[in-house]
């Protein structure tokens, strides 16, 4: 039986739709980490985003130089989301449907991959990350920006406060990360153990806001 790629309900039509509105309100956070990813790019670089969602990422640092941007995404709603605001953009990137842990990329295929927000929801976090390793060339990078099992309640609440979705959302929202996210968050030595097993060479792990910034070379 093939394994289920992420954990709970999918993200498909009217759920995948009132996430892409609730992020879209706050875009500060990814456009610092496009520039931040770019900073570290040559021309023509490629990239690859995992989970990109409806592909704010992906687009933002698309507008930053002439990469060869690629998403992967579980979630036909999103990939057909992300299509549509690329289009409108008047960016090229390659969004495709597929899954984190069975990559349809050739070994070696990109200079950079980026996970954000995403990692804690892959049923099969080892092979994600090995798949990761295959498709990254010699040299290659990695960032996974994520959640953490420990993340303060009252560090959460700030952050889905400065949102400013109204109270109906931030009320969902903070159930969410209590009851859901934080249950699928990973502590530090979860990460020590699955890059232990994925075969990159080096490894970082950086607390983040409310998370960890990983950052792993191939």
Known sequence: MKTKAYKGI???????????RITRRD???????ARRVSEELV???????????PGYFAIALA???????????????F???????????????????GNASDMPFAEGSFDRIVCRAAFKNFTDPVGALREMHRVLRRGGRAVIIDLRKDAPQRDIDAYVE?????????????????????????????????????????????????????????
Request: charged share 30%; hydrophobic share 45%; proline share 2%.
């Open 10 to 20: 999918g993200m498909e039509g009217p759920i995948a739709r009132w996430y892409a």
């Open 27 to 33: 875009l500060v956070e990814v456009k610092a980490l």
């Open 43 to 53: 021309e023509q670089a490629r990239v690859l985003e995992v989970a990109p969602g």
């Open 63 to 77: 507008q930053l130089g002439k990469y060869k941007v690629t998403g992967l995404e579980i979630s036909e709603t």
């Open 79 to 97: 990939v057909d989301m992300a299509r549509q605001h690329a289009r409108e953009k008047g960016v090229e990137i390659d969004f495709r449907h």
């Open 162 to 218: 400065k949102m400013n979705v109204g109270r109906v959302n931030a009320a969902f929202i903070k159930l969410t990360f209590r009851l859901v996210l934080l249950k699928r968050a990973y502590t530090r030595e979860d990460f020590q153990c699955f890059i232990a097993k994925s075969g990159f060479s080096k490894s970082e792990i950086a607390d983040a806001p409310m998370g960890f910034d990983i950052t792993l070379i191939r």
